[in-house]
């Protein structure tokens, strides 16, 4: 009996290891089919035999045609923009109704403090995107849906820039589209 007991701490204790340890098992985070794509300036082909290609939606059917596949296909660069240092400055891009599936916000020159980021949809809604700092040289990519790439409307990010000495930071944004 006492080997038996044992033997099942053993083996609990050897899967929790494993879970906790980076294996598998992922507890509360959603499998995502496909390869993910890189970073921007290392393109990404998409796969000629996938199996699950975008198909658009049929305008006969409204709303349809909002969320496409959770796979980034290519990056747009939408340019740089110069950061305040006291005065909350507001980045607003232009996403043209275009499905995008994540965000990439690098940080050039200075740290940059974000305050507010959101996403407005095509369908009306809004999707907070980040909040925090950003520091120099280094890129927050954010996901808007797990499951889904979204239509987006415009993106508006309102942040300022913590360095007191030095220039001003620049915000660099790139678009995940999946189309």
Request: no cysteine; hydrophobic share 35%.
């Given at each position: 009996m006492?080997?038996?007991i044992l033997a099942?701490?053993?083996v609990t204790s050897a899967v929790q290891a494993y879970a906790h340890d980076g294996g598998s098992i992922r507890p509360g985070r959603p499998d995502r089919p496909g390869q993910p794509a890189p970073y921007p300036g290392n393109p990404y082909?998409?796969?000629?035999?996938?199996p699950n290609p975008y198909q658009p939606g049929y305008p006969s059917h409204p709303g349809y045609g909002d969320y496409g596949p959770a796979r980034t296909y290519r990056w747009e660069d939408q340019g740089e923009s110069k950061i305040d240092k006291f005065i909350t400055a507001t980045v607003s891009i232009n996403g043209r109704d275009r499905l995008v599936n994540e965000i990439l916000l690098r940080a050039n020159n200075a740290d940059v403090q974000i305050t507010r980021a959101y996403a407005r949809l095509s369908n009306g809604r809004t999707v907070e995107i980040a909040t925090g700092t950003i520091r120099q040289g280094r890129d927050a990519r954010v996901r808007l849906d797990y499951r889904y790439s979204v239509r987006v409307d415009e993106i508006v990010i309102e942040a300022t820039s913590p360095s007191l000495i030095g220039s001003r930071a620049r915000l660099q944004v790139w678009l995940g589209l999946a189309e």
């Open positions: 006492k080997k038996l099942i701490l053993l082909e998409p796969n000629p035999y996938d």
